[in-house]
């Protein structure tokens, strides 16, 4: 493709709507534009980068025996009520009449359609396992959609979903699909990891995400620095604090004035003690229920484990208002005693003794205070936030806090679905059971959006090369120069023909335009045809990641391309 | 792929729903399943086809020097309130308000966005021409969706738009889209015309509709048994008859007494006269407005050119309470003299003398009635259907009448929507001109239901083999037998390591389920390891379209095969 006649609209200047970098630098680098509130076009380079990931993901998908198959955006109620889910999705599902009066809506996701497809064209064991997917655009109408590709309305997804007949069978069909999604985002050219993860309102029992690692992510992975262990801070599980060997002698309870002192911080300083020895009492509403959550000084609720261990829809932490019209007691000032609504309380507070609590009383707190001796607490759970302190639960080992971009989710569904929309089949036994099944889900707009967020400098975007819109770009430095064109048409040509995606920049521009422009959209590898061909008849090739610099002479360009791009694409 | 892990539900019998051929057959052969009324969901084998067709389009475009880029299918209100389209596009669009207020529709076509996307990013004749397309699943709410993919609301398509700047380069541009849809015709192996066609409320002035070539298409065409001419029943032309050199003495007007005679036939042998010698009068509403229009008794009106002729947006025949209300005479015995209601002829009436016409009064007709003597008509033009009774209007030929389906259609369609927009730019002497535009589209998943409807026979679809979901099908009719089960996998490794897409029958089916299966798919060469192997150790290879066979040894097998399609598949 030549620059001159392709659709590329780089800017000098960031827009004012973006915030995160991909979002800028897919901008700049004419790779999308903004249609209307988080939906966009793809450019042409911006639709190339999707369609290799795409590819890689076909590829992959297919290797591991699923089939692609392609199901409708426009969706019936009918299935959604069946399902349960047309009152229980919330108004990112859009929902519309169509002129016949038919209730619709366009699918964000895919679980009825293809289980109505299964349940009626599929009725015996001996067509298990089936694993089918999808590459599709998809739809949410997202109330504040933001960071470009990030988090927009609309946006291009693969969605999985298999069946199978037993649990051992479901088991071997997830592994398949882990082993594949490492495998796709290895392709890609990405650093990743795929962590333990929460399987949200969706269901099921088993369930990762795939995790492309960026200092911009907004998700925070918990890793173990030595065995494979990953998971989300929202599913991320330590090593529980040994217990003392000795119980210490149980002080007596002291009541402190501490006058003006709310925050863990000030009480401790006061009281000369450690974060550690006091148990702070949260208010949190799960499902718009108040409850206290009483947790180690220094440690910080997970709302996930919250509402998980109360088997509850939506935790969130009440405001001073609602602590106050729960408890009585002003905020700052709260402990475990004599509360009247229930408490639950992090597990880590039944190795602590003579610990601070507040006194729900304005301006005091109780010191050596003791469970099971002054209170007591209805539910014990793991409820709160991991941290570089802890240790690894499967290994004991050092654990890293890292942040990463949710590119992938696999999850085993059970039998959700299956049952609530009577899909089912006949076992060797000729007995009726429901499919157990999977879903697996990739976000192949969000993907190149995390690549850039990961692979980017300060001149612009650096692409891996397996995802890279094109692999090289040569750079014409006098295209009224016929020597010069000569050199650039013979690279260009050459390139293409062993099917090499190259990008030539033959338009009549000053050279710093040109080299500004090859860094803003990162093509993997630069090509000059420049000064040194003027003077001793070399090409530059360059290497955006590195910036490393090699000269070779015209007639080897080409195959010494050839060679580097062949050594660093791996299947 | 192995038929036994395929989602490939075919089917003994027809279902209901089905009308059309390629409707039944792709439900038969597990292509598609119905998941509301005109939305399908594409199964592998149905998916499969459509890959084909995208990726000949996709290379063919690309030659041609388009870009593909991919815009929104949720567009806003605002771009369609501009082009004047969000009140003229009927009840197809589907329009909806988002959660946050905003009208927007399920976009049907991408004029408004593309003409948006161009004003804002593109400035200069130096970035001219451009050619863009995409493709992409499009949504319009049919009021009565039905033939299966031939005419469902949510279809694949691929659209293009160009931008010149310049007539002489919108010329050139069309010229290469021209090219280029032949190709992409000729590459999927179908019988196909480009023919001349009508703009319809698009707009433009220049338009060719292709056409693939069935018996149960619902478009007609007129083609030239000689020459190139071809075109749309809606446009087509004859030549014009010649006046006869000398002009007929012109016999004194007569009222004859008609009675019950009103159609054409019964009027003419009452009056021994040929149909060629008596002027029909019809009364037709125009936009609501009636006006008559006549024309030669064996002539029928072809209500496009009518609706054109006058600059109207709809034409259509009254019916006989609407006749008499517009003329006071009962239908039957209509004719030009007197009427109140303006009157528009066929120019083919120009050559005509002493002809025969209603008398305006029941039961009576005129005889040796004579234009110009006897009545005036206010306007004359082209208004009926060319017959194959005509001449062909570029070299005066024999004409055929044949049936087709519209599988694309490429449109100048000048400056409407730049204008609309204000999408301008930099000519080369600094003034700002309108964008000249062009549009291209084809119906992807439409062009696999008429390569359907143009290549079946009683027991299945018959590809041609560049768009079948696989070129082999391998039957194992013994999978229980080791040696039958290694030579079909010897075979279909074979053919699989050599790109070639096949299929392999695995199942622990009787053979005659395998065969009917393998005809109803239509899969274009059929390789059997059955009997004959069996016997002396061969193999069978049949051609689905003409039931040829071969035998071949096994060892040979996959070297015949790879020369007999690399012969048909001509690039």
């Known amino acids: 493709m030549r620059f001159s006649q392709l659709l590329l609209p780089t800017l000098k200047e960031t827009p004012a709507e973006a915030e995160v970098v991909s979002h800028k630098l897919m901008l700049r680098a004419g790779f999308i534009r903004k249609l209307t509130s988080g939906v966009y076009s793809y450019l042409p380079l911006g639709l190339a980068a999707i369609r290799r990931v795409e590819n890689i993901i076909r590829e992959e998908m297919n290797r591991a025996g699923a089939q692609e198959l392609l199901m409708p955006m426009v969706q019936p109620a009918d299935l959604w009520i069946e399902s349960g889910r047309w009152e229980k999705y919330g108004p990112e599902l859009l929902r519309f009449t169509d002129r016949n009066g038919r209730q619709s809506c366009l699918g964000p996701t895919h679980e009825e359609v293809i289980t109505d497809l299964v349940r009626k064209n599929i009725h015996s064991y001996r067509n298990l396992p089936l694993n089918l997917y999808q590459i599709q655009t998809k739809f949410r109408d997202e109330i504040r959609p933001r960071f470009g590709l990030m988090r927009g309305r609309e946006f291009i997804m693969k969605d999985g979903y298999s069946f199978d007949a037993s649990e051992k069978d479901v088991e071997i069909t997830y592994e398949k699909m882990y082993e594949a999604y490492n495998r796709i985002f290895s392709r890609c050219g990405l650093a990743f990891r795929a962590v333990e993860a929460d399987t949200g309102t969706i269901g099921g029992s088993f369930s990762h995400e795939f995790m492309v690692l960026a200092e911009t992510g907004e998700d925070t992975l918990v890793i173990c620095k030595e065995c494979s262990y990953a998971a989300n801070m929202e599913k991320a599980r330590a090593m529980e ?14 009541k402190i004035e501490t006058p003006g002192k709310r925050k863990v911080q000030a009480v401790t300083e006061f009281l000369s003690i450690s974060p550690k020895n006091l148990i702070k009492t949260m208010v949190y509403l799960v499902d718009s229920k108040p409850l206290a959550v009483l947790l180690r000084g220094d440690h910080e609720v997970q709302p996930v484990k919250l509402k998980n261990l109360l088997n509850g829809v939506e935790a969130e932490l009440a405001d001073d208002k609602q602590v106050f019209d729960a408890t009585g007691v002003p905020s ?4 475990p005693m004599g509360l009247k609504i229930p408490v639950v309380a992090d597990r880590e507070i039944t190795a602590m003794h003579n610990f601070a609590i507040g006194a729900n009383e304005k301006k005091y707190h109780y010191i050596n205070a003791n469970l099971g001796r002054d209170f007591e607490v209805a539910t014990i759970g793991d409820l709160r936030m991991v941290t570089e302190e802890d240790r690894c639960p499967h290994c004991g ?7 990463g971009i949710e590119v992938g989710h696999i999850f085993k569904l059970g039998t959700n679905y299956s049952e609530a929309l009577k899909a089912t089949f006949l076992d060797n036994q000729g007995m009726e059971n429901s499919y157990i099944m999977g879903c697996y889900g990739i976000g192949v707009s969000r993907t190149v959006a995390a690549a850039i967020e990961q692979n980017y400098d300060k001149d612009g975007i650096i692409f891996p090369l397996p995802i890279a819109p ?31 995606d ?5 338009r009549d521009e000053r050279p710093g335009i040109k080299f500004k422009d090859a860094d803003l959209i990162g093509i993997p590898y630069r090509v000059t045809v420049g000064k040194s061909f003027e003077k001793n008849g070399t090409i530059e090739i360059k290497e955006r990641a590195n910036g490393q610099t090699i000269s070779v002479e015209l007639h080897e360009t080409v195959d010494r391309l050839l060679e580097i791009i062949r050594q660093k694409m791996v299947r």
Do not use: C, M, R
Not at 332 to 335: A, E, I, S
């Open 241 to 254: 604090q040994e217990s003392p060997d000795e119980k210490p002698e149980l002080l007596p309870l002291e």
């Open 332 to 335: 700052g000032y709260l402990g």
């Open 397 to 403: 080992s050092n654990l890293e806090l890292t942040k």
């Open 470 to 500: 094109f692999q090289v770009i040569v750079l014409n430095l006098s295209p009224s120069a016929k020597k010069f064109t000569e050199a650039a048409e013979t690279i260009y040509d050459g390139l293409g023909k062993n099917s090499i």
């Open 502 to 506: 190259v990008l030539l920049d033959d």
